[in-house]
């Protein structure tokens, strides 16, 4: 990183997502909200201003080319993760990209060599991954609060009007229920129960191609069994819950991003196990690539290069036994 104490974040894309990222970035003290950029620089300049970043370019190449610049967060449309991580990685500057990190098992997997060739750190922003009440969860669960875990339920869905047009329907932009959100329940599996031994899918397509409703079952090495769906068609319950022996473990909703997690016993007795949180969640990823970068590290040990490309693998899967 620079000389300085602080760490200089920029930002690709300032649309929705990078919106709660830079609020997120406020809440932590050695985080400098630096640069962002955009094809348009009045759009840069609008968001710099509403977030007291440093400074707003209206093309990519010119923040990658400010040597202060230490690590950029890529917030742009699904289809430009590869390309823009490419670029930054090339310019030696350390890359937070937003899920899912490409489109195809590929594609990650040249982002990840390119990073090691290079030494440069390259990490998924998943934030579900740092999130306290996750972390309890896991927690719990190997703590067997619950005894063996026999079942994982977990959705993700919301209504969402058809439109071509919309980058969630648009095949060409990376669209389609399972990469978009159905990441999260999926991510939830392989972080509590590790890689699938069996895998069915049952998806309804929209009239783009992409897909407007899926649901999947896992099979893991141990015998638990993951139940998981997305969808743009219907508002889903938005929850996480692992059942095993002796109750429920149950993340409230939206399980993703909540801080509530709760205990349910065998005889329906709910007790609320509390995670303190602070900011809005994003901060949580974004610290962890600030820890790693005052490590020299070229990797999170959290959210490593392996697990984002067991993660990719999952959804090319999930999204071809789709559509076969």
């Known amino acids: ?69 230490d690590v950029v967060y890529i917030a742009t449309t699904n289809n430009l ?54 972390l309890a969860l896991k927690s719990q669960i190997d703590g067997d609060i619950i005894g063996k875990p026999v079942m994982l339920q977990c959705d993700f869905g919301f209504v969402s009007p058809f439109d071509p047009q919309n980058r969630v329907y648009s095949p060409e ?9 159905g990441i999260y329940p999926v991510f939830t599996a392989l972080y509590l129960f590790g890689y699938p031994v069996e895998i069915h899918v049952a998806s309804i397509p929209c009239p783009t191609g992409t897909d407007w409703t899926t649901a999947v079952i ?21 929850e996480a819950r692992v059942y095993g022996e002796k109750g429920c473990l149950k993340l409230h909703r939206l399980f993703s991003k909540t801080d509530r997690l709760s205990f349910i016993d065998n005889q329906d007795r709910q007790t609320l196990l509390t995670s303190e949180m602070t900011g809005n969640g994003y901060n949580y990823e974004a610290a962890e690539v600030m820890r790693c970068l005052n490590l020299g590290l070229t990797e999170s040990p959290a959210m490593s290069h392996r697990f984002s490309m067991d993660l990719i693998l999952l959804i090319d899967i999930i999204t071809k036994k789709a559509f076969k």
Not at 173 to 181: A, C, E, K, T, Y
């Open 81 to 134: 993760h590869f390309e823009h991580t490419i670029m930054c990685l090339e310019a030696g500057k350390a890359v937070l990209c937003e899920k899912p990190f490409a489109l195809n098992c590929a594609q990650v997997e040249q982002m990840i060599a390119l990073a090691q060739r290079k030494k440069v750190f390259l990490m998924e922003a998943l934030c579900s991954r740092f999130m306290p009440s996750m």
């Open 218 to 238: 896992f099979k893991h090495t141990d015998g638990e069994i993951s139940m998981l769906s997305s969808s743009f068609q219907a508002l889903l319950n938005n």
């Open 173 to 181: 932009l990376g669209g389609g229920s399972v990469p978009d959100i």
């Open 1 to 69: 990183m620079n000389n300085s104490r602080y760490c200089n974040w920029g930002i690709f894309g300032p649309g929705r997502i990078a919106r709660k990222f830079a609020e997120g970035l406020k809440s932590l003290p050695d985080a400098r909200l630096y640069a962002v950029s955009s094809r348009s620089e009045k759009r840069a300049e609008a968001f710099r201003r509403e977030f007291g970043f440093e400074k707003a370019y209206g093309s990519y190449d010119q923040m990658l080319a400010d040597p202060l610049l």
